[in-house]
């Protein structure tokens, strides 16, 4: 993870140096969200209507040695929710801070990458702490991170580091697109500190493979959440392995439909499997996409019979 940091401070320093840009431009957009959200199980329904705002600023502009700053922006009901700043160097990549719910790389960006046409299987179901690693979802969550990208023919290099009062984090990713037509494989791997004091890490670690042909896509990925003790043992009783499965059909240029199962297993022997599934179906027209989610959580946490369930309609407008 040194390396990691190493390669983006010294990109940053180089960028940093040159200081002259041109006058850019600034873009507003935005979505408007209404929402109908049943749950079944153990999460109450409570008032199933909601509706949420976001505006998106944007703005970019040109240096004079050729590389151009981009800035976007977040706002959601009364705060902003994600915040960058990159700079992109043209062959050389794009370096950024990034902040907030912006994954700008690492392997946070690619913690689920299986395809919906709507939520992902173990989102809004209602269970507690959907999303973390405790779920066996390989994110870093550091909400201020440097991230580097680049792109060199069919290979995609992604990193990030962060640094914080526990330790820090650092990941890199590595995704191979048409290894066979429309096939395309990644890997990552990451790494939490959880204290500048001790060597106890959570260590992380994905690879998937996604395959496009025609209106179908099928996915497969797994990934492994492996914590370790103060002295850099591997704590097996809480690592966790998820393995994930997807697939999305285009049946036409408006109408998409999707269907997933995600299986969390617990190495405890006092705990069960996990088990996420859903269907999603969305049908956009014009500025407008009408959506619709199905979701359920069995034995969450691996506790049987710990069961959530979510039903959602959603009318977004885009402006």
Sequence with gaps: MNNIKKIGLTALAGTLSVVTANAGELTVSGTADI????????????????????ISFSASGDMDNGMTVNYSSAFTGSAFTA?????????????????????????????????????????????????????GLVDQGDVNNIAYNNTFGDITISASWARDAAGGEGSAVLVYDNLIEGLSLGYGMGEIQESSLNKKTTDLETVFAKYTTGPVVLGIQRSEVTPTDNSGATVTTTTKTRNHVAASFAVNEN????????????????????????????????????????????????VSGDDYEVNEIKLTFAF
Excluded: C
Excluded at 41 to 48: A, K, Q, Y
Excluded at 288 to 295: D, L
């Design 35 to 54: 929402n109908y959200q049943t749950h079944g199980d153990n999460s109450s329904t409570n008032n199933p209507f909601s509706q949420t705002q976001t």
């Design 83 to 135: 915040t960058s700043t990159s700079i992109d160097m043209g062959d050389a990549g794009t370096i950024g801070l990034y902040t907030g719910l912006t994954d700008g790389g690492g392997i946070s960006a690619y913690q689920d990458v299986m395809p919906t046409a709507g939520e992902q299987v173990w989102d809004d179901t209602g269970a507690p702490s959907h999303g973390t690693t405790s779920e």
């Design 255 to 302: 109408l998409s439909l999707s269907v997933g199962r995600s299986n969390l297993e617990y190495d405890a022997a006092a705990l069960v499997d996990q088990t996420d599934t859903g269907v999603s179906a969305s049908y956009t027209m014009g500025s407008t996409t009408v959506g619709f989610v199905h979701g359920k959580t069995s034995d969450h946490a691996g």
